[in-house]
């Protein structure tokens, strides 16, 4: 490992700590929008974009360096979002799903080139962005959550590794912060009849048991099972146990 490479590795696992010790959301998306330059080296600046069912930004928080420039695009961003490369790809503005993971304009392979879009045009030209990474993760239901790393330069694919390694824990993080309030709207949402098998899944109870303690067919059972675990974005009973750790032991579901 060479020294260059050495003193990044050393600054990406400080930047870990960071991201896990957080204490609350703000300070999260404040280590991110904050730190991540010193990262990816000059000329680089972060944002945080929150979006909507709609794709219109619901947040939008970014290294203070930009902060007041790119307040004053808010409304230029929502109206050029259409044209973003990334929107393109993913079809967003006829109800696509946004791609979760580690993007570049070079990965994206769409047919508009980057520099003839209009939120290029219109936003990101006066910042003298010439590329951009974006790591995208959802958080709920109806939020999804684009980290966007904007570069003065060109990036390498040594940056996009390191974003690619850095988004499993943001994306953690994130959800340890936030996943009171959000599983408390999931719980909410669950049928009354999906509640109890939530909690007898929760006691440890097999589909079986379940099945003859409320008199449901396996069957229905199954379906209920598939409908929770849909809701709370798990594969398995484990995850959902260790999930409902989370919610206080005062509240009954």
Known sequence: MDIVSSRKWSVLSELIL??????SEAELVRVVTEDLPGLMGGGTFVCWNEHKEEMNLARLFSTETHREELVVHTESLNATFASHPFTEKFDLMNGGEPGIGVFTYRNLAVATAWDETAIYQEVYKSLAMKDQLIASFFFDETHSCNITVNGSERFTESDEQLMADLLPHITLAHRKLVLPASLR???????SRQKQVAALLNQGRSRKEIAAFLNLSIHTVNDHCAMIYERFCIHSQPELIVLLKRWQPEHEM
């Not at 960071?18 to 204490?23: N, S």
Request: glycine content about 0%; charged content about 30%; proline content about 0%.
């Open 185 to 191: 709207k999931v719980i909410e949402s669950l049928s």
């Open 18 to 23: 960071r991201i896990h010790t957080a204490e």
